[in-house]
């Protein structure tokens, strides 16, 4: 298997961010979030699809931005 500087760049990203003490930076928005998905729940239990669409897409677009200058803008000039 051939190592090129993207394969290893593409590692050390995947390496800080999925480690356990990596997630941990996420959880105090993570918990808020559920907290305000539950307050939601709470004033308006029918529209439970909704609260749970709602929460799921915030949260996947949050890690999505924090990981996305790392990805895009540092592999552009680590591969050149």
């Known amino acids: 298997m051939h190592y090129n500087e993207e394969w290893k760049f593409c590692r050390r990203i995947c390496q800080q961010n999925f480690r356990q003490i990596a997630a ?3 959880v105090p928005m993570e918990t808020k979030k559920v907290r305000q998905m539950l307050q939601g729940l ?3 239990p029918e529209d439970f699809e909704a609260h749970n669409k709602k929460s799921v897409i915030y949260l996947i677009l949050h890690h999505s931005e924090s ?3 790392l990805l895009h803008g540092s ?3 680590a591969i050149g």
């Open 24 to 26: 941990l930076k996420y």
């Open 42 to 44: 709470l004033e308006s």
């Open 67 to 69: 990981n996305h200058f």
């Open 75 to 77: 592999l552009n000039s």
